[in-house]
């Protein structure tokens, strides 16, 4: 494994990441550092990026409580009162250290303030290792609909270090596979098969790297998320208007689990436009059930859920467009769906 | 007078630009459009915008009370949730039309809302003509320090149309002047000759289109205003600072005001640092009073006004950085100044 060129910035992979993290400070000289991390990532993780960054002892601090919820604009306003009172200047380096959380708030903060500060992530969850720290998509959710607001701004620079992982409950890293399993699903059948059983992969850190590869591949070819990178938006059509549906009803659902359902509901979609076959239909529902479990009914009002899909970034003129699966390892983009096929799918779902 | 192709976009310039408007709307076949405007430009020229392009009197209006302290997040968030409600998808086009309020407030929002959606702008007054519509820089005031959020974000297009000067009162007129004197001061002795007597000026489309030929070439240059974009800033570190502590304290003060004060200042520090000599620093003050008239004595704590010049975006690792003019015509950036040259010159400026 190597580090990934990615569109102006390098990610890098490993367990020497800090170190190449030290020599990055060394050479950019920023005039000063703030670190933005939850209680997790705080207590488990900046003191080995302290140890290996001696300089970073003096960085600012700033705790974020974990959970998607406070991925607001509350929040954002907090943390810029705090940047303009420690002024802040357009060379102060943020740090974002922790989950999808951290990078996507974090990303966003620093994108917009001063018109863009530079900022790093160092992903410390499977999810945001695999799939989150690289892209550039960040985003703080608006009136309770996913990332409606945010930017594609590049990072200087990513950092993942897979013995964070080890700081992970089973919970949150299962959480994390379920980003890996889509990449296999959109993009690579080897892939798929090699995941058949994940209790059997011991360091999980190749297929991490092999996600991260094939997203920066498709990333490349469509930066501002014109065309083909829409695929990796699979299974979030309405996983996001599940997790916002579950968020809004004051519950916790982790965004996994959400986008889980999401790509079972999504491959029926696909079968039901003979995209793929029923066979495949069958192997990818039982096998994403069996490696997350099966998601409870989904019980919500037909009319919410698609009031929640009605603000999907990929909609186009009031139609709802999907991305689906062609075939185990290739995604369409752009697909038009209606609602009936929604429903039926719903219907499949919550009967299974 | 010609269009101008900027980084990646079209400024349609002349009595004509609105119908270059409608052949844009009709070939680009957005799914809605909102249009952004204030009572001013609600009145005077949402009407003739919609006789030249048809197709936008079934657009959505939303309007700002003019004025400065509205373009802050509060309205960006009252503006989003319309957003949402009605359902705008990423091809719903936002249409700025009024002044650099407008387009600063507009850009910002179109740009962050699902992670930026196309908008235009359509600018109404001198001071957006010549200078705000142009560039791509956008933002919003925050915590009472001017554009402290925003993004650089490109356009689709922007439409100048001079005829829309004559629904400005005289004041606001004078106003739109001072940042083309600014660019004539940083880039263009001739114009500045060319600019003695703005009285005998009869029709000023000439120097708007001069004004923005200039700013674009260096635009071009450095469109994420990393170095040599910076001159574009003379006369608003000290003018920003100024403009912010007025609005703290209640009161009025249009933006020009404060750039032509900032920017007698800055040439004060000129002519300190020895940059200019003291007979251009005469020309340039006698000039800009004569114009605009003299500004009411710089009343402010030097403190506050350090603490507002603490966040000028150009500082860098604790030292203030100005741009400064090399001689009439030619502008330095990136030059450090010290509190007392900034000292020096306002008591020169309140003794005057």
């Known amino acids: 494994m190597a580090n990934i060129k990615s569109n102006g910035y390098t990610l890098y992979f490993g367990n020497n990441a800090l170190l190449s993290l030290n020599s990055f400070l060394i050479k950019r000289n920023y005039s000063r550092c703030f670190i933005l991390c939850d209680e997790n990532s705080l207590q488990h993780c900046l003191p080995h990026v302290v140890i290996a960054c001696p300089q970073l002892g003096k960085a600012d601090i700033i705790e974020v409580e974990s959970g998607e919820q406070n991925k607001s604009m509350e929040t954002c306003t907090n943390i810029w009162e705090i940047f303009l009172e420690q002024k802040a200047d357009k060379n102060t380096l943020l740090i974002n250290l922790g989950g999808g959380v951290i990078s996507d708030l974090g990303g966003f903060m620093a994108s917009v303030f001063k018109r863009g500060i530079p900022f790093i992530h160092i992903p410390t969850s499977l999810l945001a290792m695999a799939d989150a720290c690289l892209g550039g998509k960040n985003g703080i959710d608006f009136m309770g609909i996913k990332n409606s607001?945010?930017?594609?701004?590049?990072?200087?620079?990513?950092?993942?270090?897979?013995?964070?992982?080890?700081?992970?409950?089973?919970h949150h890293v299962l959480n994390g596979w379920v980003e890996v399993f889509k990449m296999a699903l959109i993009a690579d059948k080897k892939m798929w098969n090699a995941l058949s059983d994940i209790t059997q992969v011991?360091?999980?850190?190749?297929?991490?790297?092999?996600?991260?590869?094939?997203?920066n591949n498709i990333v490349l070819k469509d930066p501002l998320d014109n065309a083909q990178r829409k695929v990796l938006n699979f299974g979030h059509s309405l996983g996001h208007a599940i997790?916002?549906?579950?968020?809004?009803?004051?519950?916790?659902?982790?965004?996994?689990?959400?986008?889980?359902?999401?790509?079972i509901l999504e491959s029926h979609i696909a079968m039901q436009k003979k995209f793929i076959t029923a066979k495949d239909y069958t192997e990818i529902k039982t096998r994403l059930i069996r490696t997350f479990g099966p998601m409870k009914t989904i019980p919500f009002d037909k009319n919410e859920l698609l009031e929640k899909l009605g603000q999907d970034k990929k909609n186009k003129a009031g139609t709802y467009r999907f991305s689906l699966l062609k075939k185990i390892g290739a995604c369409a983009y752009d697909v038009e769906v209606n609602q009936k096929q929604i429903f039926k799918a719903i219907e499949a779902y919550n009967k299974a």
């Open 202 to 215: 011991g360091d999980p850190s190749a297929f991490i790297f092999r996600s991260l590869e094939l997203k």
């Open 243 to 263: 997790e916002s549906l579950v968020m809004d009803a004051g519950e916790d659902i982790l965004h996994g689990a959400a986008v889980c359902a999401g790509m």
């Open 149 to 170: 607001i945010g930017t594609i701004a590049r990072p200087e620079a990513v950092f993942v270090c897979p013995p964070f992982l080890n700081t992970l409950d089973e």
